[in-house]
């Protein structure tokens, strides 16, 4: 018989036997709830982590980047070595050593934990970098013992299914390293402006540091926190025998320094068509408009940076110009100088485009003086001809806040202001479509709207080159006479419309040519009269101009409405030989392995692909769609070259250059444009308040659009060659009073000399510029052999509605 003892000893036995199978059996249930769902490792292996979009100028400037993650993917292979071992010797010694998970390194983390919870401080993990891939890339951030025990199991699961390499990529690429930056690459970029093989050893190290917090140690606000820690990564690299002692030494000397804000571009002129191009690239997805923000394209684009930058400032200038010549409209606000301005003034910020401008405040306002103090502190005053357009205008007084910049001429300030009026600039390589410059706008800053693309306005007399196109492409010619005098019609609203020309005048019996140099409004309405209003607004649609065009009469004089891209494109058809081009934003779509998704130019060759045999090269198919005769196209092109030697445009020609265009000003004077070409680009400039009211009296396209034009051109064209257009192959060029013109053959003109004078020969006027009543004789015209024309005067066009 069993003493009660052990009885007892028995039964408890037998108790603890039961609990340990219970919770044995508890355990099993447990794993196999924690781990039933568990990923093996393996589809890490083509994993893709959320890439942006960058986007690139033609000649792979970084102009922009989309995105909900800053992150640049790199390659294991184009990741410096100094910059895998500052990880290593910060996260991961053992890396290369363990199979996912270092015990050591647990060890030693379990240890210092204890020192840690005794003083208070946050425990340490000992997690390798494999389980940190683990974590970050297949599991979630809580702190639970489950948690932790799949980040062991998913280690080990990842060490058999991935190289180390692979891992250390993973790893590097995905990592938060603060300054909204995932990842090397794009941390390189936002804190140091560079890729990552150009970072020094400190600065390789510094990006290291990051991971166990970046925001405690960011040198905008823990400067000395973050040279300890960049500095204690030094020392471990050293340790680890990564670098010698001496390089150590002498990286822990350089300083910390960084931008002030994460930015990827160095480029910023292009924020209009940057914004554009992400609207069209969506639409390239239509299954996934968001992809361009998740699987990392690369976007390359048509822009030229050189001209982007010339045409943000000429069109800056010329607003700002404008607006001063309208006068200065006040003070943004008023405090009390002795008050605390700086932080009022310092929540109103000038455009980010003009980086010279500052707050400042009047502290002391006469006619004769204006002492100013600017948010930074320094004291001025303005100079004398700022101060005289103030007080022509609203004035200046004590407490005024205003926008000053120092003066770039020499001693004090000038007063800014930015302009209410808008506008946009377009520049377009009329062969390709490829759009080289656009601006939305004065500044991105302060508006978004992208005038170039979606302000609807009335084009005014700009339209009329595709009037006169569709004249010539019927029975008109370069030899025509048309009647400049009164005419009333039924208008669209069943009212009777009588137009008139800007100066209220008649001209009589004009060259057809004249209507356009002069814009003469009662000319261009008598050929639509002629060539019938169906045909010319069904034209105006095939080459471009709208999607849908009115067949009213007031069309042909700019009633409707058309957005300056799709304008300034559609004279491209007056450069290269009648062609509609499309004009385009994104040249190519490249996919993270560089496989091209999207190519602007979709022309076939079918040859390009085959071995160069040494015959001569492939043949490709001009880009477009042919719409017009290119003789018809070069005619009007001729006659817009009169526009700036002898029309509205006439102050371009002092850059001495074959060009053409022409001016365009509607009712009121709401909008002003000027659309011209040289012989490889055509940029379309419009002017105006979004609002649609007046620009004010006399502010024509000549007056407030031409002069931005100028600018802009005068830049674009230094230094290059002068290049003429290309003449038609099948025109027949005949001499007409002392000017070539180009005809279809057979539409030239026939007489010949001696013959009979039955009466005037309308083909063979001669005029004083702004003085022809009626035709008069002159020699006969000779074929094919161009004369030089007579320096002509002209007396005041103005540019008509």
């Known amino acids: 018989m069993l003493k009660s003892s052990e009885r007892w000893f028995q039964m408890a036995g037998v108790a603890l036997m039961t609990v340990v199978a219970i ?94 919870f005794v003083t208070g401080r946050r425990f340490e993990g000992g997690s390798t970098i494999t389980q940190q891939v683990a974590k970050n890339l297949l599991l979630g951030n809580e702190r639970t013992l489950g948690r932790k025990l799949k980040e062991v199991i998913l ?78 990564v030094i020392d471990e690299m050293a340790q680890a025998g990564f670098v ?99 932080r009022i003034a310092a929540e109103k910020e000038p455009p980010s485009e003009r980086a010279r401008w500052i707050q400042a405040i009047v502290t002391s306002a006469t006619k004769g003086s204006v002492a100013i103090e600017t948010i930074t502190g320094d004291k001025g005053s303005l100079i004398s001809s700022d101060i005289a357009w103030a007080f022509a205008g609203r004035g200046l007084k004590t407490g005024d806040l205003i926008f000053v910049e120092p003066n770039p001429e020499g001693s004090g300030y000038r007063l800014r202001q930015v302009p209410n009026v808008n506008g946009a600039l377009v520049a377009v390589d009329p062969f390709t479509g490829r759009t080289l410059a656009m601006v939305g706008g004065y500044s991105y800053s302060v508006s978004k709207f992208n005038r170039a693309t979606q302000a609807n306005r009335q084009p005014g007399s700009s339209i009329k080159p595709f009037v006169y196109a569709v004249a010539l492409e019927r029975d008109f010619t370069p030899a025509s006479i048309v009647e400049d005098g009164p005419i009333t019609m039924m208008g669209g609203d069943g009212k009777m419309w009588s137009p008139q020309n800007y100066e209220h005048d008649y001209m009589g019996p004009q060259p057809i040519r004249r209507g356009i140099e002069l814009s003469r409004n009662l000319m261009t309405v008598r050929l639509a009269q002629k060539v019938g209003i169906k045909p010319i607004t069904q034209k105006l649609v095939e080459y471009g101009i709208s999607e849908k065009v009115p067949a009213e009469m007031s069309m042909v004089l700019g009633a409707g409405e058309v957005t300056p891209f799709n304008l300034t494109g559609a004279y491209s058809i007056f450069v290269n030989g009648g062609r509609k081009i499309r004009p385009h934003l994104i040249d190519q779509v490249l996919d993270r392995d560089g496989k ?53 445009a006439r102050s371009a020609a002092s850059l001495g250059i074959p060009m053409g265009g022409k001016t365009g000003t509607t009712n009121d004077y709401r909008s002003a444009w000027f659309v011209g070409f040289t012989a490889d680009m055509v940029v379309g400039v419009f002017v105006g308040f979004d609002d649609n009211h007046t620009l004010g009296d006399k502010e024509t396209g000549s007056q407030a659009a031409l002069p931005i034009w100028i600018d802009f051109m005068r830049n674009a064209t230094k230094g290059k060659p002068k290049k003429d257009f290309q003449k038609p192959r099948d025109a027949v060029f005949v001499s007409i009073r002392g000017r070539e013109e180009a005809f279809k053959p057979g539409t030239e003109p026939k007489y010949q000399p001696g013959a009979e004078d039955d009466g005037p020969r309308p083909y063979l006027d001669t005029w004083t510029d702004g003085d022809l009543q009626t035709p008069a004789p002159v020699e006969a015209p000779t074929v094919q052999t161009p004369a030089a024309p007579k320096k002509k005067t002209l007396d005041d066009a103005s540019e008509l509605y």
């Open 596 to 648: 091209v998704v999207y190519k602007a130019d979709d022309r076939a060759c079918p040859v390009c692909a085959q071995p160069f045999n040494g015959t001569e090269s492939p043949r490709l198919t001009a880009p477009g769609q042919s719409v017009m005769n290119p003789i018809t196209a070069y005619q009007v092109n001729s006659f817009m070259q009169g526009v700036v030697e002898r029309g509205t």
């Open 155 to 232: 280690a080990r699961r990842l060490e058999s299914s991935l190289s180390k390499e692979q891992i250390l990529e993973l790893y590097m690429n995905d990592i938060y390293l603060g300054y909204r930056s995932y990842g090397v690459g794009s941390a390189a970029f936002n804190y140091f402006g560079k890729p990552v093989d150009q970072l020094s050893l400190a600065q390789s190290a510094y990006l290291a540091a990051l991971p166990k917090g970046p925001e405690n140690y960011r040198p905008t606000t823990h400067k000395a926190a973050a040279m300890a820690r960049r500095n204690w």
């Open 244 to 342: 010698t002692r001496a390089e150590a030494e002498e990286a822990k000397k350089e300083d910390l320094i960084v931008q002030d804000k994460p930015q990827r571009a160095h480029y910023h002129d292009a924020d209009y068509f940057v914004s554009e191009v992400e609207l069209r690239a969506r639409k390239l997805f239509p299954n996934d408009p968001n992809a361009i923000y998740t699987d990392g394209y690369y976007i390359k684009t048509t822009l030229d940076p050189k001209l982007q930058t010339y045409a943000r400032q000429a069109l800056m200038n010329g607003l700002e110009t404008y607006d001063r010549r309208h006068g200065w409209r006040g003070a943004w606000g008023n405090e009390k100088p002795a008050s605390n301005w700086q």
């Open 23 to 116: 919770a044995g059996f508890a355990l099993t249930i447990y794993a196999a709830w924690l781990f039933h769902d568990m990923p093996d490792g393996s589809e890490l292996a083509d994993f893709r982590p959320v890439n942006s979009a960058r986007v690139f100028a033609w000649d792979g400037t970084l102009i922009g980047e989309y995105g909900q993650e800053r992150r640049v993917n790199v390659p294991y292979d184009r990741i410096p070595e100094r910059m895998r071992n500052a990880f290593l010797a910060a996260e991961d010694r053992a890396f290369f050593q363990h199979s996912g998970v270092d015990v050591s390194g647990v060890s030693r983390a379990m240890l210092k934990n204890v020192y840690n």
